[in-house]
């Protein structure tokens, strides 16, 4: 695959669920396939990734560096991209190492990706000039990517996520990690249009902040037409529980469509709590973003198991 071919996103489906809470409370929900765009860079990361990598590339890196929890979906995506596209590929990965290495941290090294770990308290300064210093002098010349793939040319990317949408809508949601591909929708947004992200970490809020500077840096007039969600983190990052796995369940019998605990499952199961509390007027039109990621079902089954049992 030439880089040159991720400039033409691929076309996904957009499918109408249909089930009892929709109908009684009159809405209409629609979910978007991002999960179909790419086996690999799936996702809301192929979006992304985009223009981060012909940046790169017309600029003449070699390396792409970035970072990353043991889980990250960003972190397999960019590993893929790396391996497809012809790159190297450094990921930073908070916290310790443990062996043997998880699925998704076994895809990225099997991917070519060069895995190094910063503990917790340095990984909370990975921005710091001393640590990036630190990185340049061990790996030499590379391209940086930030954590969760969240800047000016991902937003630039995530625009065009809404052209991909032949549906009008009254809202539109994702699950936010790093706030790139809400800032991104959110950019592209009619006046009567709202999105809503849904915080996967717990202590969310802090998006608000990382949203507001991608859209100033985008330039983008946005006043109203956004709100992050921070009450189904459900504990935190990629802590799940019982009534979010029998809602992810529940879903793929009604709709066939399967969804993951730690982004998209945790969307899902606020857009139905909003919907019961009629957050939503009657006959909105709601589009949900799946947003792939599906790797990290692999790295969840020992505690869904858990659950289940």
Same mark, same amino acid.
């Not at 043997?100 to 090294?109: D, I, K, V």
């Not at 809404?162 to 032949?166: A, F, P, Q, V």
């Given at each position: 695959?030439?880089?040159d071919?991720?400039?033409?996103?691929?076309s996904?489906?957009?499918?109408?669920?249909?089930?009892?809470?929709?109908?009684?409370f009159?809405v209409?929900?629609?979910?978007k396939?991002?999960?179909?765009?790419?086996?690999?860079?799936?996702?809301?990361?192929?979006?992304?990734?985009?223009?981060?990598?012909?940046?790169?590339?017309?600029?003449?890196?070699?390396?792409?560096?970035?970072?990353?929890?043991?889980?990250?979906?960003?972190?397999y995506a960019t590993?893929?991209a790396?391996?497809i596209?012809?790159?190297?590929?450094?990921?930073?990965?908070?916290?310790?190492?443990?062996l043997?290495?998880?699925?998704?941290?076994?895809?990225?090294?099997e991917?070519?990706?060069e895995i190094?770990?910063?503990?917790?308290?340095?990984?909370?300064m990975?921005n710091?000039?001393?640590?990036?210093?630190q990185?340049?002098?061990?790996?030499?010349?590379?391209y940086?990517?930030?954590?969760?793939?969240?800047?000016?040319?991902?937003?630039?990317?995530c625009?065009?996520i809404?052209?991909?949408?032949?549906q009008s809508?009254?809202?539109?949601?994702?699950a936010?990690?790093?706030?790139?591909?809400?800032?991104?929708?959110?950019?592209?947004?009619? &006046?009567?249009?709202? @999105? +809503?992200?849904?915080?996967?970490?717990k !202590?969310?809020?802090?998006?608000?902040?990382? =949203?507001?500077? #991608?859209?100033?840096?985008?330039n983008?007039?946005?006043?109203?037409?956004?709100?992050?969600?921070?009450?189904?983190h459900?504990?935190?990052?990629a802590?799940?529980t019982?009534?979010?796995?029998?809602?992810?369940?529940?879903?793929?019998?009604?709709?066939?469509i399967?969804?993951?605990?730690?982004?998209s499952?945790?969307?899902?199961?606020?857009?139905?709590?909003?919907?019961?509390?009629?957050y939503?007027?009657?006959? &909105?039109?709601?589009? @949900? +973003?799946?947003?792939?990621?599906?790797? !990290?079902l692999?790295?969840?089954?020992?505690? =869904?198991?858990? #659950?289940?049992?």
């Open positions: 695959m030439l880089l071919e991720i400039k033409n996103n691929p996904t489906p957009l499918q109408k669920i249909e089930d009892p809470i929709t109908r009684k009159g209409n929900l629609f979910i396939r991002l999960d179909l765009v790419h086996p690999e860079i799936s996702g809301n990361k192929w979006f992304k990734l985009k223009y981060n990598l012909l940046e790169a590339r017309a600029k003449r890196f070699e390396t792409l560096l970035t970072f990353g929890g043991a889980y990250s979906n960003h972190i590993a893929a790396g391996n596209f012809g790159f190297n590929t450094i990921g930073i990965i908070r916290g310790e190492e443990h043997p290495l998880n699925p998704t941290l076994h895809f990225a090294s991917s070519g990706m190094y770990y910063l503990d917790r308290s340095n990984y909370r990975k710091s000039e001393n640590i990036l210093a990185l340049k002098n061990k790996f030499g010349r590379f940086l990517i930030p954590e969760g793939g969240s800047n000016k040319l991902a937003v630039k990317g625009r065009e809404i052209t991909e949408i032949d809508f009254d809202y539109i949601c994702t936010s990690g790093t706030g790139g591909t809400l800032a991104g929708i959110v950019s592209a947004l009619s &006046s009567d249009q709202k @999105a +809503l992200g849904f915080s996967v970490l !202590g969310g809020d802090f998006l608000n902040e990382n =949203i507001s500077k #991608l859209l100033n840096e985008s983008s007039d946005t006043e109203g037409k956004w709100k992050i969600i921070t009450d189904f459900f504990g935190g990052y802590i799940i019982t009534k979010l796995i029998e809602l992810i369940r529940d879903f793929e019998k009604k709709s066939g399967t969804l993951e605990p730690i982004y499952g945790k969307m899902m199961y606020g857009i139905y709590d909003l919907i019961r509390k009629n939503f007027p009657k006959a &909105s039109n709601i589009i @949900a +973003l799946h947003n792939g990621g599906m790797q !990290g692999k790295g969840m089954e020992g505690k =869904i198991k858990l #659950l289940e049992n």
